[in-house]
């Protein structure tokens, strides 16, 4: 066998190693699937062959989330090109909001990947490389970038508060829309398009949301309350 038809061998089964440990982390879980179990359901005769190719379970991940990375660089890089220099909380929002939405929309159902960086983002074994991954993004860093330069003023506690939100929302909203469509059940909106529409419009409000005190920060408040409950 020749030296590129053994290079494309071992490319077309880092491949199929690749879509089968997505979709069973999805169903399964990072930590639960074991290297023997994607091997054999990727068809493998070597039960070594995930080690072989990607080596350890974090080096696995990172395969997966690269697998992704150039296309969603693309179409980001794309959206930002396009944002002038007036825009605002909403034109960088959709900046982050609208590649992966359309990638997924490409990629046809079902997907995994949503749920995929999901699961990983929440597991401190693996939060980590998504987070250094997303850093390694230009066209990401200069989304962000446009985004700080233009929310409102917030006290840190609540900048860092809202940042966390909008994570939340752009990952999990996502991933749920994916899950429903791999299981065929209802979706709140009828296309990618329109889901990164209403993500967009959550977002721009949650930066533009009012900052209120508790209640219990309000002395007057806090013995009204007080005086209620001993009623």
């Not at 070597?46 to 696995?60: E, I, K, M, P, Q």
């Amino acid at each position: 066998m020749s030296r590129i038809a053994r290079a494309d061998r071992s490319a077309a089964t880092r491949e199929v190693i690749l879509t089968t440990a997505e979709r069973l982390f999805v169903e399964h879980g990072i930590g639960v699937v074991s290297n023997r179990q994607i091997s054999e359901a990727a068809g493998q005769g070597n039960n070594t062959a995930v080690g072989y190719h990607f080596g350890t379970r974090a080096d696995l991940v990172r395969a997966i989330v690269r697998r992704h990375y150039d296309a969603i660089e693309g179409l980001r890089r794309a959206a930002v090109d396009r944002v002038g220099e007036s825009a605002g909380v909403r034109e960088w929002a959709a900046c982050m909001v609208h590649p992966p939405a359309h990638y997924l929309a490409e990629l046809g159902s079902p997907t995994w990947y949503a749920r995929f960086i999901a699961q990983a983002i929440t597991d401190p074994a693996y939060r980590g490389i998504i987070t250094e991954e997303s850093l390694n993004s230009p066209a990401l860093r200069e989304t962000t970038a446009g985004l700080n330069r233009c929310i409102p003023d917030l006290p840190d506690e609540v900048r860092r508060e809202r940042r966390d939100m909008a994570r939340q929302l752009m990952v999990h909203i996502v991933a749920d829309r994916e899950g429903a469509l791999a299981e065929g059940t209802p979706t709140a909106r009828d296309t990618w398009r329109h889901v990164a529409a209403g993500l967009v419009d959550a977002v721009t409000g949650l930066w533009h949301a009012p900052v209120t005190r508790p209640a219990q920060d309000r002395p007057d408040d806090t013995g009204n309350e007080n005086r209620r409950d001993q009623r």
